[in-house]
């Protein structure tokens, strides 16, 4: 198991988000194409017995250092499920999940799903993170974008979210959470499952 990001206290949340940073940026290139494809096997085996068979499960087109859901999602499509990815119409929109897979450019340079594609409602939402906490709270890149996104679905009815991330995105320290943050119910790393438990 790989060690935590020692994170010295008190510190704010952007000199958070700034060390770990690049404490996944230095992780992620570390890896060679075999050990990360290992490694993403492994958060794949963790998060597969935790979907409910026939779940709308929405992940994320990944940026360069993020652990890459598309594994999961790709077996998720082999059973039959019904997947989705993150869309936007335009950088201040809120953003929406639409039918994988994702073939356009969207405003922030990442694979985003075409513009025709069927919008939905995910039951669960695969939450990339910048880094998290034992209690489930993440830190993001600071656009707010699933916490926005997550607010509005969850205004339509249960929504489940799993982060997903490296096992060195882990902090020693709590996330110094803002009112408006939403905690994940559950985080994934290859090394181990964490359920939040006053889910």
Known sequence: ?????????????PE????????RRGYARSLD???RDALERQLMARVL????????????????????PLPILGALDARGHFTALPWFADRDAVMIFRRAPADEV??????????????????????????????CNRIGHGKGHYDRA????????????????????ALRAA?????????LDAIATPDRWIERTDA
């Open 150 to 169: 997550l607010a509005t679905l969850r205004h339509a009815g249960p929504v489940r979210t799993i982060g997903l991330a490296w096992e060195v995105q």
């Open 106 to 135: 969207g405003p922030w340079g990442v694979l985003q799903p075409a513009s025709d594609a069927s919008a939905v409602q995910p039951e669960i939402v695969l939450v990339p993170l910048v880094a998290f906490d034992i209690t």
């Open 1 to 13: 198991m790989h060690t935590a990001t020692a994170v010295p206290s008190p510190v704010t949340k």
């Open 49 to 68: 017995p935790h979907v409910p068979f026939g779940a709308v499960v929405a992940g994320y087109s990944p940026l360069k250092d993020e652990i890459d």
């Open 175 to 183: 996330v110094p959470a803002d009112p408006w943050d939403i905690p």
């Open 16 to 23: 958070l988000r700034a060390r770990a940073l690049q404490v």
């Open 33 to 35: 194409a075999e050990l």
